[in-house]
């Protein structure tokens, strides 16, 4: 049985009761969501620029090469330092443990100053300015 076989109610033709339903608007969130086509606009096209930035990617590049290069050179010249005052005074592998440990925490920490640093400068440029030009955390624009 058709569920329109069903219907007590008075008979109606398809094409009548299709256009009395689409002329409803919904309610709840999304009627809240259609009210301000610009602010989705906005933020429909931050996205898009967001993902399809190459210089997003450059920076990703860069920052990793400076990450590495950070923690391998100075864990490098402990190691080595280390080496040659081992060989030196006949100390066994003291200094090298001792100036390697010493070049990769070092190294570490530059590494974490760079990533914080570079992740600040990226989230920076993404945020709004109001007139008085002060950034804007975490507010939206009210038009």
């Known amino acids: 049985m058709s569920p329109r076989s069903l219907d007590t109610g008075p008979a109606h033709s398809d094409s009548a009761h299709s256009a009395s339903t689409e002329s409803q608007a919904p309610a709840g969130p999304t009627s809240a969501r259609r009210q301000d086509p610009r602010a989705a606009l906005d933020r429909d096209l931050e996205r898009l620029e967001r993902r399809s930035s190459e210089e997003s990617f450059w920076h ?15 864990s490098a010249l402990g ?65």
């Open 79 to 143: 190691a080595w330092s280390g080496h040659l005052l081992d060989q030196r005074w006949d100390t066994g592998i003291h200094f090298t443990l001792g100036l390697l440990s010493l070049g990769v925490a070092l190294g570490t920490y530059t590494a974490w100053r760079a990533l914080s640093d570079g992740t600040k400068s990226r989230h920076s440029a993404r945020e709004p300015e109001d007139q008085t030009g002060e950034r804007r955390v975490g507010s939206r624009r009210d038009s």
């Open 60 to 74: 990703s590049l860069a920052l990793l090469g400076t990450v590495g290069w950070s923690v391998a050179i100075p």
